[in-house]
């Protein structure tokens, strides 16, 4: 980065408030030439109230070249809880990037619209295969925070089957987020009998943070 950039980068870090001038600064700053300099401004303007030009600057973010700038974009318009978004996060599950595929599940799952064109979509995407075991496993979840009727048992296959100890983290920390009430004994009763007490420490542990949230 050069030192004018990195003059601008300081000026970005340095924005504390919601004042006019602050705005002004970002909105310039997601318009840089370097990715993080984007993200950076991208990041503080979330902070911002949300108003129609803070949505379009968010929308033109989803079409940035970075992907994980897509993809914050994307967890940043579901903060905003912008069901109005739901179509551009959906045509976003086709991005190339399973980052940023894996932000439009979970953030589809946050919206938690309820939309049965969504659920329709999500499971489309599952049949159509090809998908790291993250984002099936993101799906899963998704579809069990959007359909009252889809079984949890989905997500404890996806552990079961699940060959890398990040997934299972994952899985774990997804349980965490949310389950339904009825669901509680059947997941420390089935948890009990798949998790393996000599897995990584990292998945034991959020295994356990998982148990201390279900008390």
């Known amino acids: 980065m050069t030192n004018m950039l ?7 870090e340095v924005i ?3 004042t006019p001038q602050s705005f002004d600064k970002l909105k310039k700053g997601v318009l840089s030439d370097d990715s993080e300099i984007r993200e950076r401004s991208f990041s503080k303007l979330a902070c911002f109230e949300y108003t129609e030009e803070i949505k379009n600057i968010f929308n033109r973010g989803l079409l940035d070249s970075d992907e994980l700038i897509r993809s914050d974009c994307i967890e940043f318009l579901a903060e905003f809880d912008l069901l109005d978004n739901l179509e551009k996060i959906c045509e976003l599950l086709d991005d190339p990037s399973h980052y940023v595929v894996n932000s439009c599940v979970i953030s589809l799952a946050e919206l938690n619209s ?10 489309n995407k599952l049949k159509g ?3 790291q075991s993250g984002t099936v ?4 979840y998704a579809l069990y925070k959007l359909d009252p009727t889809y079984s949890i048992g989905n997500l404890l296959v996806c552990y079961s089957d699940s060959r890398d100890y990040r997934d299972r983290c994952a ?3 997804l349980l965490a987020e949310g389950i339904r009430e009825e669901d509680i004994p059947v997941i420390k009763e089935k948890l009990d009998k798949i998790v393996n007490p ?3 420490r990292s998945v034991l542990f959020k295994y356990d943070e998982l148990l201390d949230s279900l008390d």
């Open 6 to 12: 990195n003059v601008y980068m300081d000026d970005i």
């Open 137 to 140: 496993l993101r799906i899963h």
């Open 16 to 18: 504390s408030d919601e």
């Open 129 to 131: 295969g090809r998908l």
């Open 171 to 173: 899985i774990l920390n």
């Open 198 to 200: 000599n897995d990584f």
């Open 114 to 123: 309820k939309n049965e064109k969504v659920i329709k979509i999500l499971i």
